[in-house]
């Protein structure tokens, strides 16, 4: 089983859709979780931290599940802007220095 | 302006030919990473600094090395590239749990 695991996608969905996604990992011993936005040939860049139970951010609700060990990542009336690759972000240490991410899930908004 | 400075932003060498890829940030963050993204696989990562002189393998460090002789830069060296690292490459500079990226640096070798 890989470290992290997320579906690829690509996800579909029309302008004010609601999508989520998953992102399942191995290590029990994790604490701290992040989603990450990527732009095509762009940087990533944080979207939202999961530190308990869940957090949320206007349009984005992110949840942490312990006992089936996976966040999940809620977009409510999707724009077209909200295009892009999501990237999971699972520590590896304890010092959080260590990460790994996982590959991504691609949404695409359509007018 | 706080950010990561990554160069060249594009690179195009040949086999056995050694290069540096800088990068340089502004933030005064202790932590600083290189990674590789490749189709598929997302992205990896290769070698991280915790501080100054403090550098550490990650989980695809084959290839590279590294050094963090001041705080605000953190070169990545291919002392002899391969085809295999043709690669998308970004540097991240951190204080506490958010990383802030480079640009990128797409290397092609040949």
């Known amino acids: 089983r890989k470290e992290v695991e997320q579906d690829p996608g690509p996800f579909n969905v029309p302008e004010g859709a609601t999508v989520a996604f998953n992102c399942t990992y191995s290590n029990s011993a994790s604490q701290s979780f992040f989603w990450y936005r990527q732009d095509c040939r762009k940087e990533p860049k944080l979207l939202m931290s999961v530190y308990s139970s869940g957090n949320e951010d206007g349009r984005f609700t992110a949840q942490l599940n312990r006992a089936s060990q996976y966040i999940s990542l809620l977009i409510r009336d999707s724009k077209l802007s909200d295009s892009a690759t999501y990237l999971c972000?699972?520590?590896?240490?304890?010092?959080?220095?260590?990460?790994?991410f996982g590959a991504g899930t691609r949404l695409f908004v359509k007018a | 302006e706080a950010q990561v400075t990554q160069n060249p932003r594009y690179l195009i060498t040949v086999t056995g030919k050694k290069l540096t890829v800088t990068c340089s940030q502004n933030m005064n963050h202790e932590y600083m990473s290189w990674y590789r993204q490749d189709p598929g696989l997302g992205l990896r990562q290769i070698y991280y600094?915790?501080?100054?002189?403090?550098?550490d393998k990650g989980d695809v460090p084959e290839g590279y090395k590294v050094s963090r002789k001041e705080k605000r830069n953190f070169p990545l060296i291919l002392e002899s590239p391969s085809p295999n690292q043709t690669s998308l490459y970004f540097c991240a500079s951190s204080w506490g749990r958010e990383a802030f990226f480079g640009q990128g640096t797409r290397l092609t070798v040949v």
């Open positions: 972000v699972v520590p590896k240490n304890t010092g959080g220095f260590k990460t790994i």
């Open positions: 600094s915790m501080n100054v002189e403090v550098t």
